[in-house]
């Protein structure tokens, strides 16, 4: 009980908790109830890191690859998105939509070219599982989301006026590309974070912001 059921019950409650409030953060600042916490490619960028340690680089951990690609893949997303100059929701979602499909192809060319033994573990890997949970794995989700989660927490109320559009935002005093960027970066740290442990955990971002409206209301605080 305490060294494998406690640690997965845990760390399953901790990615719960990172994939849910990053979901209706980027819900809000994209104003899109369809948009999940992947939307950067984030989930795409872990995989692909995860493909690479597996099927290339057995001596890096699965965690650290997937961590990393999954932040590169958000800042190279945030990069296209410059290119189009001030930064909106319209680029930033429609870069992530490329990054998404770059690193899912590059995935597919990794799948095709390792053994079916180290293929087998890429693709457990991106179904997502708890089975491996530890001590370990808690505690690094746990200092991942004290450390992102709680910019997002004193920011909460800035999501109710951001969500109404950026010119009723800057008409209100917010700035709305600094404060865009912060909830961005703090998510995609509290995601990445959570993907690198558990692999790809669906629906629940998108789904748990929806739920909660259904109970307490739009209000993001």
């Excluded at 950067?40 to 680089?57: M, N, Q, R, W």
């Excluded at 945030?78 to 192809?105: N, W």
């Excluded at 990794?110 to 079916?116: L, Q, T, Y």
Aim: hydrophobic letters at 60%; proline letters at 5%.
């Amino acid at each position: 009980i305490i060294d494998i059921r406690l640690p997965r019950v845990l760390l399953a409650g901790l990615v719960g908790i990172a994939l849910s409030v990053t979901g209706v953060t980027f819900q809000g600042i994209f104003r899109n109830p369809l948009v999940d916490p992947f939307i950067l490619g984030i989930s795409a960028g872990a995989a692909f890191g995860c493909a690479l340690s597996v099927g290339f680089l057995p001596r890096l951990p699965i965690q650290i690859m997937a961590f990393l690609f999954g932040i590169a893949a958000v800042v190279l997303a945030y990069s296209i998105a410059r290119t189009q100059g001030e930064i909106s929701r319209l680029p930033l979602i429609l870069s992530g939509v490329i990054m998404s499909a770059f690193f899912t192809a590059m995935v597919s060319i990794v799948k095709f070219m390792v053994d079916p033994m180290k293929l087998q573990n890429i693709v457990y890997w991106i179904m997502g599982s708890f089975a491996l949970a530890d001590c370990k794995f808690v505690r690094i989700v746990g200092i991942g989301l004290a450390a992102s989660l709680v910019p997002i927490f004193l920011m909460r109320w800035r999501l109710n006026v951001i969500s109404m559009g950026d010119d009723e935002a800057k008409a209100m005093g917010v700035h709305v590309k600094r404060d865009r960027i912060i909830f961005i970066a703090a998510s995609t740290l509290a995601v990445s974070v959570a993907v690198s442990v558990s692999g790809i955990i669906g629906w629940v971002g998108l789904m748990v912001p929806h739920l909660i409206r259904m109970i307490s209301g739009p209000d993001h605080k």
